[in-house]
């Protein structure tokens, strides 16, 4: 089971940090990723992260601007989003695929978590 949680209103330029806590089974040798649902737009990859190596893949939109981290004692991966913009609104979802490397395609995702949304005002 995958909890994601820290969604909120910030103005544009302000930050906010997503969590995803997993529960219920190992992830140890999965990737954990995270996708964004835009109103009346496709689900989108936003970041993954290898649990067990590390690895990390970022959308081209959020590089340099977001940050995936994981912390394996506490089974939960982190979204570190900085210089939000208001087209970095949606709902946030997390995800586990059962492959070590990230992958940027949701269909390869196995276990969904419940959104968050975040909501960035201009």
């Known amino acids: 089971q995958l909890q994601a949680s820290g969604g909120g209103l910030v103005q544009a330029g302000g930050s906010l940090r997503l969590s995803c806590a997993a529960s219920?089974?190992?992830?140890?040798?999965?990737?954990v990723g995270w996708f964004r649902q835009a109103p009346g737009k496709g689900r989108e990859f936003v970041a993954g992260?290898?649990?067990?190596?590390?690895?990390?893949l970022y959308a081209d939109s959020v590089k340099g601007r977001f940050t995936i981290s994981k912390d394996n004692v506490r089974s939960t991966v982190f979204l570190q989003m900085n210089s939000l913009k208001p087209e970095d609104t949606a709902v946030y979802y997390c995800?586990?695929?059962?492959?070590?490397?990230?992958?940027?395609?949701?269909?390869?995702?196995?276990?969904w978590g419940q959104g968050t949304l975040v909501t960035v005002s201009s």
């Open positions: 992260i290898s649990w067990s190596f590390g690895n990390t």
């Open positions: 995800a586990a695929d059962r492959n070590t490397w990230p992958r940027g395609d949701a269909y390869m995702y196995d276990y």
């Open positions: 219920g089974r190992t992830f140890s040798t999965y990737t």
